[in-house]
């Protein structure tokens, strides 16, 4: 039997990012929704901008199959959230896969660049009762809020996430309307729509379960 070679195998991140480990996966479960995060290389990180976010949300909707639906998601500085629905591992694997190999051509074709985009594994958290899955909304659509909000950026209660699918989003308090009106007006005039990045969620969680927690408003920030 021989030896491994010295310095074989995949190397250890040295920048300070930690790897996620391969441990082992909790069971998903086909009725419960899943917070899921994508990290970016550092020197594509800085993608919540216009020139982007039509690839993205192209990417995004490309992603969509069978077992597998990303129903709410953000772009943040260096990764994005989702909140999808799968049938299970295997297709949630296969689905973020296809969704990065995405993204990498998106981002590295507006860059004028080859190399990594994606920057380590995904991570993936089951959302299991109606408040997980709120929370999970909150912190997906209104991470953005928080951000801004900790750099001493002010900003009007009714201001919603351009970089989002904010307004293509049917769980807002009514008094969202004219916020979701005007979001709609702006990416009309940039991009078109983010409609066809969601897909109708079909768990009784993410379809209704979460709502008896109450409405998303446009002013709520993600808990610490």
Same mark, same amino acid.
């Given at each position: 039997?021989?030896?491994?070679?010295?310095g074989?195998?995949?190397?250890?991140?040295?920048?300070?990012?930690?790897?996620?480990?391969?441990?082992k996966?909790?069971?998903?479960?086909?009725?419960?929704?899943?917070?899921v995060?994508?990290?970016?290389?550092?020197?594509?990180?800085?993608v919540?901008?216009?020139?982007?976010?039509?690839?993205?949300?192209?990417?995004?909707?490309?992603?969509?199959?069978?077992?597998?639906?990303?129903?709410?998601?953000?772009?943040?500085?260096g990764?994005l959230?989702l909140?999808?629905?799968?049938?299970?591992?295997?297709?949630?694997?296969? @689905?973020?896969? %296809?969704l990065?190999?995405?993204? +990498? =051509? $998106? /981002?590295? &074709?507006?860059?004028?660049?080859? *190399?990594?985009? !994606?920057?380590?594994?995904?991570?993936?958290r089951?959302?299991?009762?109606?408040s997980?899955?709120?929370?999970?909304?909150?912190?997906?659509?209104?991470?953005?809020?928080?951000?801004?909000?900790?750099?001493?950026?002010?900003l009007?209660?009714?201001?919603?996430d351009?970089?989002?699918?904010?307004? @293509?989003?049917? %769980?807002?308090?009514?008094?969202? +309307? =004219? $916020? /979701?009106? &005007?979001?709609?007006?702006?990416? *009309?005039?940039? !991009?078109?729509?983010?409609?066809?990045?969601v897909?109708?969620?079909?768990?009784?969680?993410?379809?209704?379960?979460?709502?008896?927690?109450?409405?998303?408003?446009?002013?709520?920030?993600?808990?610490?």
């Amino acid at each position: 039997m021989g030896w491994a070679a010295e310095g074989a195998g995949r190397k250890k991140k040295t920048d300070g990012k930690r790897m996620h480990p391969h441990a082992k996966r909790v069971r998903i479960k086909g009725c419960e929704p899943l917070h899921v995060t994508l990290r970016l290389e550092e020197e594509v990180a800085d993608v919540r901008r216009w020139r982007f976010f039509g690839s993205i949300v192209s990417s995004i909707a490309g992603a969509m199959r069978a077992g597998f639906r990303i129903c709410a998601w953000s772009i943040q500085g260096g990764h994005l959230h989702l909140v999808v629905e799968s049938s299970g591992w295997k297709a949630l694997s296969d @689905a973020v896969r %296809g969704l990065e190999i995405r993204l +990498a =051509r $998106a /981002i590295n &074709r507006v860059l004028s660049r080859r *190399g990594r985009v !994606i920057a380590d594994r995904y991570h993936a958290r089951p959302l299991s009762t109606p408040s997980e899955v709120r929370n999970a909304l909150v912190y997906v659509l209104q991470n953005a809020r928080k951000h801004l909000a900790q750099r001493g950026v002010a900003l009007r209660r009714d201001w919603l996430d351009k970089f989002s699918s904010a307004a @293509a989003f049917e %769980g807002w308090s009514p008094g969202a +309307a =004219r $916020a /979701i009106e &005007r979001l709609r007006a702006e990416l *009309g005039a940039r !991009i078109g729509t983010v409609e066809g990045s969601v897909s109708p969620p079909r768990t009784w969680l993410l379809r209704t379960g979460w709502r008896r927690r109450g409405l998303l408003a446009t002013a709520e920030v993600p808990a610490a």
